[in-house]
């Protein structure tokens, strides 16, 4: 039993360490990205057209990374400047799921086919779940 | 990919994002060091999930054999499945690429790949944040979302499933 901890426990390590220089280099990329981005450039890309301003949502929220609570936050301040509910709905969906900026860790863990698809599939679903939202709570 | 040209590839990255940093410090130098603060508060943060991820993998490997994986997990693991991989998505914690690691060895051991996608897609349900949301978007806005994305993640996961395995 102990030796068959070790090997778990070593192999994990192994893998951990296989994908640290994966992980700095994503984490080092968001941390640039906020601070040479200032947010409030975003709000003035959206139109008042229901595709294409889901569309800029998505593709704003698949560029951007971080905690989800700073997608809330800023979708918070565009719901205030005007930008409709589906653009800050696919923005928030996309902020998630889409990851740009992690597509390089992905690809080298999960293999560059599942990684593409995922991401693309995701960008598409972030515009699709947030026409669906916007309209049932319109129907409500 | 060889293994040692996937580690390789890891490393060229970090260098490639490195080098960026130092072009930034000679563009622009006053973002360097709210960089490099923003970084280390992202690492401090996420240093307990990465040793929940540790402690999750040694324990996966020392109890889960691949047989097990492929039969709750695999090409035959039906709605229990889908189940989950929504449920461990929507419990799991911390940044979305600090669970590469293990589902890279959970893919390697035979998990489906649209289980891997609906567990990629559900980290976006989280529970804590819940709370939050509702504060930002209101109650009704966030069950609906809610909802609506745990569907979403099934059909994701099945797309992206059927994209990975047709033949090229």
């Known amino acids: 039993m102990d030796k068959k901890l070790v090997i778990a426990v070593k192999k994990a390590a192994r893998a951990l360490y296989k994908s640290l220089p994966i992980l700095l280099g994503v984490i080092l990329l968001i941390s640039l990205l906020n601070i040479l981005i200032p947010k409030n450039i975003y709000s003035s890309l959206f139109s008042h057209n229901i595709i294409l301003d889901s569309t800029i949502g998505s593709v704003l929220g698949s560029i951007l990374a971080g905690n989800p609570i700073t997608s809330y936050v800023i979708g918070g301040e565009f719901l205030k400047q005007g930008v409709s509910l589906v653009a800050v709905t696919a923005f928030i969906v996309a902020w998630v799921t889409v990851g740009i900026v992690q597509l390089p860790a992905e690809i080298t863990l999960l293999g560059k086919k599942f990684a593409v698809a995922r991401n693309i599939t995701a960008f598409v679903f972030a515009i699709i779940v947030a026409l669906v939202t916007v309209a049932i709570m319109v129907v409500i | 990919m060889k293994k040692s040209e996937q580690s390789d590839t890891g490393w060229y990255f970090l260098a490639g994002v490195i080098i960026l940093y130092i072009i930034v410090a000679l563009i622009k130098p006053a973002a360097l060091l709210p960089s490099l603060k923003f970084f280390l508060n992202i690492i401090i943060k996420i240093i307990p999930v990465f040793i929940l991820i540790f402690i999750l993998m040694a324990v996966i490997n020392l109890f889960v054999t691949t047989k097990k994986l ?70 009704t806005y966030t069950i609906i979302l809610t909802i609506v994305m745990i569907i979403a993640s099934i059909f994701q996961g099945l797309i992206v499933e059927e994209i990975v395995e047709a033949k090229a």
């Open chain 2, 70 to 139: 492929v039969k709750y997990f695999g090409k035959k693991s039906g709605v229990k499945g889908w189940i989950a991989a929504i449920i461990t998505g929507i419990i799991s914690t911390g940044p979305i690429y600090l669970w590469y690691p293990l589902l890279n060895d959970l893919q390697k051991g035979g998990v489906r790949n649209g289980l891997i996608a609906a567990f990629l897609y559900n980290r976006a349900v989280k529970i804590p944040l819940l709370a939050l949301m509702i504060v930002y978007f209101g109650l």
